[in-house]
C-alpha cells in the first residue's frame, strides 16, 4: 500500500509538508499522533485518527501512539474559545489508562512494526522549571507562537501562560520521539495544524534535522453537524458509555450522504470491496449502512458486542426474537434502553408481592388506559413479557420475571414496546 495515495482515495489527506513522499519512498518510517485523556474513553471522532495510524501500519511503516500524560494536564488550547477548566492528575491517569486498553485492541502491538505506546510525562517527571524554561523555553521565540492561531484566536479573550506553553510540550515530544525513536513524522487532524509544524520547526532549531507532518481533513457529517456527535451526545469507543446497540445503531441511521465517506474512512475491507459497497448505495443504501455497521461494531466491540447489538435491534425493531435472544443481553445493555424506548419505573415492592397482570399493565405501569383495555389486550394476545405471551388474566408479575433483577420488556402489539425497571 502507497501510503499517500491511499489516503488520497479515501479522502483523508489534508495537508503534508514538502518532501513527504520522497521520505516515505525510501522505505518503512516512523510516525505519530498524540492523544490527551481527557475522558475515560476515546469517541469515534477519535477514530480517524486511529485510522491514520492503522492504515500507516497497513504500509509498512511503524506508529507510535503517544499518550499525553503530561499535555492533558495542561490543556490544547487549539478549537477553543476561554481557558478548560484542569482535571485532577487522579482523573487524568484514570482516563489515560483506560484509553490505552482500548487502543491495545485496535492497532498491532505485535511483530516486525509493531505500534509502539508512549506516555509524555514521561519526558518531564525528572525536569525542574529551570530546565523546561532553558531546554524548552528557548527554543522557540514569542514571536512565533503568537502567530498560531490558537494564540491569536484568544488574544482578546485571554490565555494563561499554562495553555500558551502547550505548543512548546507538543514541539518537546516531537523531539524526544525522533530523538528516541527516529520518529519523522507526526500526524494528526487538521485543527493540529499549528501545533504540528510548531512541533518541527521545534526540532529544526533543537536538533537540526528536518522532520515532516500530514494531516486529515476534520470529519464533517452531510448537515454539518460534527461527526461523532448524535442528538444524546458523544458516540463513545468504550461500551460503558455508548452500548454496542447504540453503536450499531449510529451507524445504521446515518444520512445516505455520508455513507460513502464513512466507507472511505473507516472500512479495513479490500478497496474492490469497498467499491461494491459505494456502488450499490443508491439501490440499498441500508443494506450497505448494515455491512458497515457490522464490520465497525465488531472491530471495536467484539464477536459478542456486534451479537448483542444485533439481538437489541432485532428485539425493538425486527420479527422472530426470542426469550433466549432477550436473556442474552446484560444489565448494562438493558439500562441503555432507559429513553430510548418508553420506560416505566416500579416500585420493587410490586414485584416482590406478585403484581397481578391486569393491575401491572393498568396501574403499576399504566401501559394501557384501564383495566378493561387490559383484559381485551390479553384476550387478543396482544400482551408480551420478556417476549413470552401472555394468555392467562390470572398471571402475576413478580421478581421471577425480572432480568439481572431489575428489568422486564413489556409488548402489546408488535410495536408497543416498553422498558420495565424495578426500582
Keep these: 500500500m502507497d501510503f499517500l495515495q491511499e489516503l488520497e482515495w479515501r479522502g483523508m489527506l489534508h495537508q503534508q509538508t514538502p518532501g513527504l513522499a520522497e521520505l516515505l519512498a525510501q522505505g518503512p518510517q516512523t510516525a505519530y499522533i498524540g492523544f490527551d485523556p481527557t475522558a475515560k474513553s476515546l469517541t469515534i471522532g477519535n477514530y480517524v485518527q486511529i485510522m491514520l495510524l492503522t492504515l500507516w501500519q497497513r504500509a509498512g511503516n511503524t506508529p507510535i501512539v503517544l499518550m499525553g500524560g503530561a499535555t492533558g494536564r495542561i490543556g490544547d488550547p487549539s478549537g477553543k474559545d476561554q481557558e478548560r477548566q484542569l482535571k485532577s492528575y487522579e482523573e487524568l491517569d484514570g482516563n489515560l489508562a483506560a484509553q490505552v486498553e482500548q487502543i491495545k485492541t485496535m492497532l498491532d502491538f505485535e511483530g516486525e512494526n509493531a505500534a509502539i505506546l508512549v506516555n509524555n510525562l514521561d519526558f518531564y517527571g525528572e525536569m525542574s522549571a529551570i530546565d523546561f524554561l532553558r531546554d524548552v523555553g528557548k527554543t522557540l521565540t514569542i514571536n512565533y507562537m503568537l502567530a498560531k492561531d490558537s494564540v491569536k484566536n484568544r488574544i482578546d479573550t485571554g490565555m494563561s501562560f499554562t495553555e500558551f506553553s502547550y505548543q512548546l510540550l507538543q514541539g518537546y515530544d516531537f523531539a524526544n520521539l525522533h530523538k528516541d525513536h527516529g520518529c519523522k513524522v507526526q500526524m494528526g487532524g487538521s485543527d493540529q495544524w499549528g501545533n504540528i509544524t510548531g512541533g518541527i520547526e521545534f526540532v529544526r532549531r533543537q536538533q537540526s534535522e528536518k522532520v515532516f507532518a500530514v494531516t ?154 384501564s383495566k378493561s383495555e387490559a383484559k381485551r389486550a390479553i384476550k387478543g394476545n396482544a400482551i408480551s413479557i420478556n417476549k413470552e405471551k401472555i394468555t392467562s388474566e390470572e398471571k402475576s408479575v413478580t421478581t421471577g420475571d425480572l432480568l439481572h433483577d431489575k428489568f422486564l420488556l413489556l409488548e402489546n402489539g408488535k410495536k408497543r414496546k416498553y422498558l420495565v425497571i424495578a426500582e
Design 216 to 369: 486529515t481533513p476534520l470529519l464533517t457529517k452531510a448537515d454539518g453537524s460534527k461527526f461523532g456527535k448524535s442528538e444524546a451526545g458523544n458516540i463513545w469507543m468504550g461500551a460503558d458509555y455508548t452500548s454496542p446497540y447504540e453503536f450499531y445503531q449510529f451507524w445504521l441511521r446515518g444520512d445516505d450522504a455520508d455513507l460513502e465517506k464513512f466507507i472511505k474512512y473507516f472500512s479495513l475491507r479490500p478497496r474492490v470491496e469497498m467499491e461494491d459497497m459505494i456502488a450499490r448505495i443508491d439501490d440499498n443504501p441500508q443494506s450497505v449502512k448494515r455491512e458497515l455497521a457490522e464490520e465497525l461494531t465488531e472491530r471495536i466491540h467484539g464477536e459478542r458486542g456486534l451479537k448483542i447489538a444485533k439481538n437489541v435491534t432485532n428485539i425493538l425493531y425486527g420479527r422472530g426474537a426470542t426469550p433466549e435472544d432477550l436473556a442474552e443481553l446484560d444489565a448494562p445493555t438493558l439500562l441503555s434502553l432507559d429513553g430510548k424506548i418508553d420506560t416505566f419505573r416500579v416500585p420493587l415492592a410490586s414485584f416482590v408481592a406478585g403484581s397481578p397482570i391486569i393491575d401491572f399493565l393498568a396501574d403499576d405501569t399504566e401501559a394501557l388506559a
